[in-house]
């Protein structure tokens, strides 16, 4: 990393939403485009010449930050152990992004099914390593199928008895007739950051970690 100009990768959506007034708190404010709903950049300048900031999906800002195109990022906890990317470090919790990865299934079944006594499953979801360490604790084995998306519909097409997925206030998993009996873990966003950035730029990156520190 050779470039001083700094670039944040920021998770699109919800997240997002709730990241603005953190920004803001840092002082940094994004060029209007990054906040016109019709724009298709990636790529927004900052009030700070030597900081840009990219806008990803939330699973790519771990990636893009972790193999150095990004020097700092926002991820969720649940992104960061599914990938386990040696080259992230993630100083500060800013407490924003809250929900949990839960495991749920059809209303019928878990009124009848008892956790306990699994052996052997199949489960749809996004999250396959974090699915396998959760259930080998508990000596279950468990065949992943891997979806990006729409893992509520699995159970009722028959693609996978169970999902594991993330639930906020649970509003679509009873929209589709789910009922979750499980928690694997609670869910925030964290800042990350290169640790080899931070290593080559110790100065520029310990100032923006205390930054988003003294903002929350």
Avoid at 141 to 166: F, Y
Wanted: glycine letters at 6%.
């Amino acid at each position: 990393m050779t470039t001083e100009k700094l670039i944040l990768a920021v998770p699109k959506g919800r997240i997002l939403d709730e990241l603005l007034p953190l920004l803001d708190k840092c002082g940094i404010k994004p060029e209007d485009a990054f906040f016109d709903p019709k724009s298709r950049a990636l790529r927004f300048a900052t009030n700070h010449g030597n900081l840009d900031i990219i806008r990803v999906r939330a699973f790519d800002a771990a990636t893009f930050t972790a193999f150095g195109a990004a020097h700092l990022g926002i991820a969720g906890s649940d992104v960061l152990d599914e990938f386990d990317y040696s080259e992230l470090y993630a100083p500060v919790d800013l407490k924003i992004g809250h929900c949990r990865l839960s495991v749920a299934m059809r209303d019928e079944d878990a009124a009848t099914d008892d956790p306990r006594q699994w052996s052997h499953i199949r489960v749809a979801t996004k999250y396959p390593n974090l699915t396998r360490k959760h259930f080998a604790k508990r000596g279950v084995q468990v065949e992943c199928i891997k979806l990006n998306g729409a893992m509520e519909i699995a159970p009722s097409l028959g693609l996978a008895k169970r999902i594991v997925d993330l639930v906020s206030t649970g509003g679509t998993l009873k929209a589709n007739h789910l009922t979750e009996v499980e928690t694997i873990m609670d869910i925030s966003s964290r800042l990350i950051v290169n640790r080899t950035a931070l290593k080559t730029m110790p100065d520029m990156m310990q100032g923006w970690i205390e930054a988003f520190r003294k903002a929350i």
